[in-house]
Nanobody
Framework: QVQLVESGGGLVQAGGSLRLSCTASGETYSMAWFRQAPGKEREFVAGIGWSGNKINYSDSVKGRFTVSRDNAKNTLYLQMSSLNPEDTAVYYC???????????????????WGQGTQVTVSS
């Protein structure tokens, strides 16, 4: 069993930046960020394979968000820039141990989930 703990959410003005972190209690392969806005389904944001060489982004965040990881610290990051109100959501960290190279974009491929951290972007 792997536990994931997110941090770094908060309130930011449009155009601002935030960095989310997610620390895992054990080794994982691919890790990803998902988000869920009020009244909407949870959606994929970004994913990264174990080595960091394979990365996927959703079209809505490509060019604004950067996902990275530090395997020595078992920590996943999401650097978010040029934030807009449409980015407001609860952001979830997810991890799995079946796909080491290419990170899945489907949430049912991930085994472990964090509790979520709120990101609110004001206009």
């Amino acid at each position: 069993q792997v536990q994931l703990v997110e941090s770094g959410g908060g309130l930011v003005q449009a155009g601002g930046s935030l960095r989310l972190s997610c620390t895992a209690s054990g080794e994982t392969y691919s890790m990803a960020w998902f988000r869920q806005a009020p009244g909407k389904e949870r959606e994929f944001v970004a994913g990264i394979g174990w080595s960091g060489n394979k990365i996927n982004y959703s079209d809505s965040v490509k060019g604004r968000f950067t996902v990275s990881r530090d395997n020595a610290k078992n920590t996943l990051y999401l650097q978010m820039s040029s934030l807009n109100p449409e980015d407001t959501a609860v952001y979830y960290c997810a991890a799995e141990r079946a796909f080491p190279v290419v990170p899945p974009i489907r949430e049912d491929k991930y085994t472990w989930w964090g509790q979520g951290t709120q990101v609110t972007v004001s206009s």
